[in-house]
């Protein structure tokens, strides 16, 4: 569990919302501007990722400026702006030197921080980013959530839950509430302006620490061709592809960004619950699906027509065979192990 919320001040009299958690060697982890709320992403599977990368690094999120937490009202959110917002931290932390994950429009901020400040950051890995957004808005789906954020929120926070993890997916509808949270429509049309204005080719060749470029084969922000090109660029860039959405191999996936960032102590299991999901009986999976989308033991019990015991039967089941110790480590293995996906 991440420390509390705290605050840091930009030099140009922002404040900054930040938490830390884990120990290790210190990486921060930069999401897109739609999915930053430092606190309420504590009840998202986020919390799922920096908890596994807790086990090996002292995890630093932040919202930037305008995002999250942070303060709402400012008037510049350019990159220089959101090398303020993360300088502040890193100075209230007192850190000379860290790892970078850039995820979607989080790799703007990563890729360029990496290029300004070749001293300061030691890797860089980039999830399903491109250098250049603005090439990745031809699809039918990026034209219509672009429409819906400029004129229908509601529907956007309604469906981009769905768009992301797929419809039936239980967390879906979880998504829109963390992106309600994390900014205001405005700010989001902002923010996307801003990311189709900036092109971070230049600042690549520039780029001086170990990166990894990771990229899923489905996605919605990104192509793989984009993504090669941004290795390609890179001086001794890596590059790994991952069948399907990120829903469905965030496990590999942050194992991946472990092995790379900290070698001697990662291993190709360590980001990820142990059991195997074939252990679930059919009945056991229905209560960890309920479960995973917040039912109480009553609620359960109504729902799949069995007595309050019964479910607390099944739950102690899925506790063992899982290796989970609370609801919240269950909740994880369910999403990592494709068990919400119907």
């Not at 350019?78 to 300088?87: H, N």
């Not at 007192?94 to 990563?110: P, S, T």
């Not at 070698?263 to 960890?288: F, H, K, M, Q």
């Amino acid at each position: 569990m991440h420390r509390g919320v705290q605050f840091a001040t930009t030099e140009d009299g922002v404040r900054i919302a930040y938490t830390v958690s884990g120990s290790g060697p210190p990486l921060f982890w930069l999401p897109h501007f739609l999915a930053s709320n430092v606190q309420l992403e504590w009840e998202f599977p986020q919390q799922y990722v920096y908890g596994w990368l807790g086990e090996h690094f002292t995890v630093v999120r932040f919202d930037c400026r305008g995002l999250g937490l942070s303060d709402r009202e400012v008037e510049d959110i350019s990159l220089e702006a959101r090398f303020r917002d993360l300088r502040a931290v890193v100075r209230k932390l007192d850190l000379d030197r860290f790892a970078l994950v850039g995820i979607e429009g989080g790799g703007n901020l990563a890729a360029s921080y990496a290029a300004a400040y070749p001293d300061c950051v030691s890797h860089l890995a980039l999830v399903n980013w491109t250098a250049r957004f603005r090439d990745e808005q031809n699809g039918g789906r990026q034209r219509a959530l672009g429409m819906l954020l400029d004129q229908d929120w509601d529907m956007l926070a309604e469906n981009i839950g769905g768009v992301a993890f797929g419809y039936d997916h239980p967390v879906a509808a979880g998504y829109g509430r963390l992106v309600r949270a994390s900014v205001t429509q405005p700010m989001a049309r902002r923010y996307g302006a801003e990311l189709m204005r900036e092109d971070l080719f230049p600042a690549l060749e520039q780029v001086r620490a170990q990166t990894l470029v990771l990229q899923s084969q489905v996605d919605f922000y990104s192509s793989e061709e984009s993504a090669r090109a941004v290795a390609a660029i890179i001086p001794d860039a890596r590059m790994r592809t991952f069948e399907g959405g990120l829903a469905t191999h965030i496990q590999r996936l942050v194992a991946s960004i472990v092995e790379f960032v900290e070698p001697a102590v990662a291993d190709s299991e360590s980001a990820a619950p142990a059991a195997s999901a074939t252990t679930l009986t059919v009945r056991e999976i229905e209560v960890l699906t309920l479960l995973v989308q917040g039912l109480s033991n009553r609620e359960m019990a109504d729902q799949l027509t069995l007595s309050p015991r019964t479910v607390e039967r099944h739950l102690e089941n899925v506790y063992r065979k899982t290796g989970a110790r609370n609801r919240a480590e269950a909740t994880a293995y369910a999403f990592t192990h494709g068990l919400l996906n119907g």
